[in-house]
């Protein structure tokens, strides 16, 4: 059973996976929910897609302050270094950090955008492991769920997924989800 965990939600402001405007992260330790982030950022390329902006709700004017995906991702680093190594002395973060498992529902995207955003910064990708909510739920529920869109395997699961497409919502809505099948 998977107790330690990192979910994790981005929303993108246009098609290009490393245009994250938004991420939402939950850090769960021995099964409890313990942390949570959530940050705007500045997309790269900085542009926004109707369609993209559609789903979400957020536009330029939300990120044109935000900070870029590096000063973020390094405030990210900090925080789950609290959460999961307070007690030990850390030599090198990222691969500290590489330790823990992501946990995303459609995995391939979450994972996708985070590769393409640190190849944006040219910052070394440490290969986080995830596992992939939107797999378990086709295995656990198979074709008894109308879909396996994140609110209704939510629902199957017993959270009540409210602002979807708000990337902490969304990776609430994810935790509650693996804490369930995982």
């Known amino acids: 059973m998977l107790r330690d965990f990192i979910a994790i939600d981005f929303e993108t402001a246009n098609q290009e996976p490393s245009s994250v405007c938004s991420v939402g992260v939950i850090m769960v330790r021995e099964g409890q929910i313990v942390d949570s982030f959530y940050s705007l950022i500045q997309p790269e390329p900085n542009y926004y897609n109707y369609w993209c902006q559609r789903v979400h709700g957020i536009s330029q004017d939300d990120?044109?302050?935000a900070p870029v995906f590096s000063k973020v991702w390094q405030q990210l680093e900090e925080r789950i270094v609290e959460v999961y190594y307070s007690?030990?002395?850390i030599d090198d973060i990222r691969y500290q950090i590489a330790t823990i498992p992501f946990v995303a529902h459609n995995a391939r995207f979450d994972e996708g955008c985070l590769k393409a955003v640190f190849k944006m910064y040219q910052m070394d990708y440490p290969d986080?492991?995830?596992y992939d909510t939107l797999?378990?739920?086709r295995r656990q529920f198979g074709q008894?769920?109308?879909n396996h869109q994140l609110q209704?395997?939510?629902?199957?699961c017993?959270?009540?997924l409210q602002n979807h497409h708000h990337a902490l919502a969304d990776a609430e809505a994810c935790a509650a989800i693996a804490l369930y099948l995982l």
């Open 144 to 146: 008894s769920l109308p």
């Open 135 to 137: 797999t378990a739920s």
């Open 158 to 160: 017993g959270y009540d």
């Open 152 to 156: 209704t395997v939510a629902s199957a």
């Open 128 to 130: 986080y492991r995830f």
């Open 63 to 65: 990120t044109d302050d």
């Open 87 to 89: 007690d030990q002395e």
